[in-house]
């Protein structure tokens, strides 16, 4: 069992920047490979970036590339993302999520999702 607890979300102006951060305890986070999805409101959960254990793969989504980079710090058990040139269309609640799996990224299914973080960008 992994337990995963974002934190880092809020409130912030297009153009802003801002700094997630995925707490995970249980299992050997090194273990797994970790994702970052967002859900806004009336909207399907959609994928944002995913990274692999050793953090030396990434993968992004069209719609953040260049925007957005996911890291990991295994020490610490921590998975980052962060978000420059934030626009309205990124406001959502954003997941992260974990997968038991040394394979490199993209990937079709998690097995631990967090409870998520809202971050809202005004115009």
């Known amino acids: 069992q992994v337990h995963l607890v974002e934190s880092g979300g809020g409130l912030v102006q297009a153009g802003d920047s801002l700094r997630l951060s995925c707490a995970a305890s249980?299992?050997?986070?090194?273990?797994?490979?970790m994702g970052w999805f967002r859900q806004a409101p009336g909207k399907e959960r959609e994928f944002v970036a995913a990274?692999?254990?050793?953090?030396?793969?990434?993968y992004y989504s069209d719609s953040v590339s260049g925007r957005f980079t996911i890291s990991r710090d295994n020490a610490r058990n921590t998975m980052y993302l962060q978000m420059n040139s934030l626009k309205p269309e990124d406001t959502a609640i954003y997941y992260c999520a974990a997968r038991y799996t040394y394979a490199d990224p993209p990937y079709t299914k998690y097995d631990y999702w967090g409870q998520g973080t809202q971050v809202t960008v005004s115009s």
């Open positions: 249980g299992r050997t986070f090194s273990s797994y490979a």
């Open positions: 990274i692999n254990w050793s953090g030396r793969r990434t």
